[in-house]
């Protein structure tokens, strides 16, 4: 075992005032799991690629692990898989491969097909099993599960728990849950790291953040009483010093000594009052700054004249002789939110594509309510380009509460002066999420909305559909979220039988 040390680590980017990391310092043991949390923007990225050296930057990083980045890049696809595998670890052998996709129940027979013909599960569990066999590698794992199904994600989550010596980015909380052992997390004003998996790691967030919350609470009260101490102090100091040139008693003159002797009293007492106002004022300002805050978001539901939406009976789909998906049944009502699941290949994108009006071959019957407005969000970011502002007149979208909607979902005003193809994988996907949410809709087609979204905004998201409660008919592989929003599971992998309802 040996540590990975970075020590007062300051970057940012040319084009930035504002840096992403600045003065960091912490330690990772290199046979951790270490699960990598933060908000989109925060440099998680950013922080893999200052491992591996593609940046400059002040401060130290130290390791004795040669770091290795997945996805690793193939430059060359259409290469026989075999081949690529042996270009990333040529010291390996092919039982040895063949041992390792074994473990996350990968066939062989992969390895002797072009990579171009691999499915994304395929790939991942490929290139994985290369890395690691690497002698003296250290993963850096960067999303691994965007587009995986759920039965993939199980099995590259197992293969995961029984190795050591990774950091891995992903959104995920069933699958960190799963194969993580310590969380390194970018927070809003430091980097921490805690022992445990995402769901221990999250319960002590929520524990520590109620912790300042209530203290904040009562140092407000604190400061509010504080604050009137010091008025009322103020005033008995005044009506004192006023007595100094008061009406004689009784013929008496005002001892004027014992009068100062008060107000000196007086005064001294209002700066202990003072001073523990502001010592009070200076905790609370040390509190909260750690709580990741998510505003409610909106959605713009339509009410439709009927209770069902859509339905489907029997459909099934093939490409010349080759079957897609068979005997899918489903009803879309009002306030239904159906997960259409299943393996990659089994037909679920087009399935969308063929409510969405693109020309799909097709048997069965399929009715789509008259008038029926829908709002989609594609798997696909590539091709957003240009500015926020051409875009939301492009698709003739509120641009006020279309930016007030990217606010929400935690984009930075600086983001908004940007070009979309600069943007993060992350922000592009909030830009789909931002639009279907502004967009006048009465059923919402979401497929794999959440790849690239971080953890707090897939809550916020789960939030936001508890609420409102719309027709929607959804692909997403995040177990969690399947479990908290699904009305009711289709799966679309079943060709011999009538999918559950």
């Keep these: 075992m040996s540590r990975i040390q970075v020590s007062d680590l300051t970057f940012a980017y040319e084009s930035s005032y504002d840096p992403i990391f600045e003065?960091?310092?912490?330690?990772?043991?290199?046979?951790?799991?270490?699960?990598?949390?933060?908000r989109n923007g925060r440099g998680k990225t950013t922080f893999l690629n200052l491992l591996l050296g593609k940046y400059d930057y002040?401060?130290?990083?130290?390791?004795?692990?040669d770091f290795e980045y997945f996805p690793y890049p193939v430059k060359n696809p259409d290469d026989m898989t075999l081949q690529i595998v042996e270009a990333i670890n040529p010291t390996s052998e092919s039982w040895q491969i063949i041992k390792e996709l074994n473990l996350m129940d990968a066939d062989p027979g992969v390895l002797y097909r072009p990579f171009s013909t691999l499915s994304n599960g395929e790939r991942t569990k490929v290139l994985l099993a290369a890395l690691f066999l690497k002698e003296n590698a250290f993963l850096l794992i960067d999303e691994p599960t965007n587009h995986l199904d759920i039965r993939a994600r199980e099995k590259v989550a197992g293969y995961l728990n029984t190795k050591k010596g990774f950091?891995?980015?992903?959104?995920?909380?069933?699958?960190?849950?799963?194969?993580?052992?310590?969380?390194?997390s970018i927070n809003k004003t430091n980097i921490e790291i805690q022992k445990g998996n995402f769901s221990s790691w999250y319960a002590n967030k929520e524990a520590?953040?109620?912790?300042?919350?209530?203290?904040?609470?009562?140092?407000?009260?604190?400061?509010?009483?504080?604050?009137?101490?010091?008025?009322?102090?103020?005033?008995?100091?005044?009506?004192?010093e006023k007595t100094k040139t008061g009406t004689r008693v009784a013929g008496l003159r005002p001892d004027r000594?014992?009068?100062?002797?008060q107000?000196?009293?007086?005064?001294?007492?209002?700066?202990?009052?003072?001073?523990?106002?502001?010592?009070?004022?200076?905790?609370?300002?040390?509190?909260?700054?750690?709580?990741?805050?998510?505003?409610d978001l909106k959605l713009n539901l339509l009410s439709y004249h009927t209770d069902v939406l859509l339905t489907m009976e029997?459909?099934?789909?093939?490409?010349?002789?080759?079957?897609?998906?068979?005997?899918?049944n489903l009803t879309i009502r009002k306030g239904d939110r159906i997960c259409l699941r299943g393996k990659n290949g089994c037909g679920k994108t087009s399935l969308i594509r063929l409510i969405l009006g693109d020309p799909i071959p097709y048997t069965g019957t399929f009715r789509l309510g008259s008038g029926i407005k829908i709002s989609y969000i594609s798997q696909d970011t590539s091709w957003l380009r240009g500015g926020l502002t051409d875009f939301a007149k492009e698709y003739r979208l509120n641009e006020t509460i279309f930016k007030a909607l990217l606010r929400k979902l935690d984009f930075?005003?600086?983001?908004?002066?940007?070009?979309?193809?600069?943007?993060?994988?992350?922000?592009?996907?909030?830009?789909?999420?931002?639009?279907?949410?502004?967009?006048?809709?009465?059923?919402?087609?979401?497929?794999?909305?959440?790849?690239?979204?971080?953890?707090?905004?897939?809550?916020?998201?789960?939030a936001l559909l508890t609420e409102y409660q719309p027709a929607m008919l959804f692909v997403e592989h995040d177990e969690s979220f399947q479990q908290k929003i699904a009305t009711q599971i289709i799966d679309a992998s079943k060709k011999d039988e009538t999918p559950n309802m």
């Design 263 to 295: 107000a000196a009293k007086m005064m001294k007492r209002s700066k202990s009052t003072q001073k523990r106002q502001q010592n009070a004022i200076t905790e609370k300002q040390g509190l909260l700054k750690n709580i990741e805050t998510t505003d």
């Design 257 to 261: 000594g014992h009068i100062g002797h």
């Design 208 to 240: 520590a953040d109620q912790m300042e919350r209530e203290r904040n609470a009562q140092l407000k009260q604190d400061i509010r009483h504080l604050e009137e101490a010091s008025r009322r102090t103020e005033r008995w100091s005044d009506q004192i």
């Design 167 to 184: 950091i891995l980015v992903s959104h995920d909380r069933t699958f960190l849950d799963k194969c993580i052992d310590h969380v390194l």
């Design 412 to 462: 930075d005003r600086i983001q908004f002066e940007k070009n979309m193809e600069e943007f993060s994988e992350g922000q592009k996907k909030k830009v789909l999420l931002a639009k279907s949410l502004c967009e006048p809709a009465h059923l919402f087609i979401w497929d794999e909305p959440l790849n690239f979204i971080d953890i707090f905004s897939r809550m916020q998201i789960e």
């Design 58 to 65: 002040s401060g130290r990083i130290s390791a004795s692990v």
């Design 23 to 38: 003065h960091v310092s912490f330690q990772v043991d290199t046979d951790w799991k270490l699960g990598f949390i933060g």
């Design 314 to 328: 029997d459909i099934g789909i093939c490409y010349g002789e080759t079957p897609v998906c068979l005997n899918i």
